[in-house]
């Protein structure tokens, strides 16, 4: 099995009521793609400058990542994005975001690719995103993210490319915005007639709602006494999310339940430390044993 994740491979700076930390691996589809790959094996597909340090992709490589994909333009910068935390740690203010070479990136497959399994386009323009989805050979599944530039100046190209993807992951205010209405319950259902199967809703530290046309399910966040950086939790929790559904053999009602605890579950490491520090060292028999642990904390008998 393999998964197909593309997006952005970014320089962050962050800073947070307690530390500040610069020239840090970021990016979508770097977070995507290392929680993924705890599960399965992974295609990155994104575009970097030629400031891009080499060391960065050699760890990228080393988790076993096939990095054919990142490809450095002559002369490009690579993007880069700096945000600054509130005390609460949920609250952000973003300092800057420099496109880069993503701000006209076109890119092609390499050869094979369009044979992937499934694929994660992580947030980025929605045109290129459902380009994406329909270049590939039948895949078993495809998911998109948003994000908040292109809902608010291009919504009904998302709107488009939601209806080509059978997943689509986006935050409560975006999903409220989208939809035009205050309820998640009610914007996830009227989202679902944009074509796509199934709606997840990011709820941040409170965890993750599902719908689709014949289910709906909530999945607490993962409690944790220490957050040290929230940057890429979303997106680590998409990965994770398409990483174990590539690892099944069919996707099942059962099985998709399964995918956003696990997704969650490696969200709760992506905060633990700053940048996608964490993913980097992360094993599965690590997820597994805290997966299990989210099971005992969630479960409970039902009367009668």
């Known amino acids: 099995m393999t998964l197909l994740v593309s997006g952005w491979v970014a320089i962050d700076t962050i800073e947070t009521p307690f530390d500040r930390r ?52 002559p002369g490009g910068k ?92 986006i935050n409560e205010s975006e999903a409220r915005m989208l939809a035009g209405v205050p309820s998640i319950a009610k914007a996830s259902a009227e989202l679902l007639k944009t074509g796509t199967k199934g709606m997840i809703v990011k709820l941040g530290e409170y965890g993750a709602a599902f719908r689709s046309g014949h289910d709906y399910f909530i999945a607490p966040g993962y409690p944790l006494e220490e957050v040290i950086d929230p940057t890429g939790a979303g997106d680590s929790f998409a990965g994770g999310f398409m990483g174990y559904l590539d690892s099944v053999p069919e996707i099942t009602p059962a099985a998709i339940r399964r995918a956003i605890v696990y997704g969650s579950t490696v969200a709760s490491f992506q905060v633990e430390d700053f940048g996608p520090t964490r993913l980097m060292n992360l094993t599965r028999k690590e997820v597994d044993e805290r997966y299990r642990q989210f099971g005992a904390l969630t479960h409970f008998e039902v009367d009668g």
């Open 22 to 73: 610069e020239g840090l691996l970021g990016g979508s589809a770097t977070c995507a793609a290392l929680a993924a790959g705890l599960f399965t094996d992974v295609r990155l597909l994104a575009a970097v400058g030629d400031d891009f340090p080499e060391g960065y992709r050699d760890q990228l490589a080393s988790t076993g990542i096939d990095v054919t994909g990142v490809t450095p333009i």
């Open 78 to 169: 690579t993007s880069q994005w700096g945000g600054r935390y509130h005390y609460d740690m949920n609250s952000r203010d973003t300092l800057y975001t420099e496109l880069g070479v993503n701000a006209d990136w076109n890119p092609s497959l390499p050869e094979g690719w369009e044979k992937s399994d499934t694929i994660f386009c992580a947030a980025g323009d929605p045109e290129l995103q459902k380009r994406l989805i329909t270049s590939l050979h039948q895949p078993k599944a495809s998911m998109v993210d948003s994000i908040a530039f292109f809902l608010e100046t291009v919504p009904e190209k998302f709107r488009e490319t939601m209806g080509a993807a059978d997943f689509v992951a």
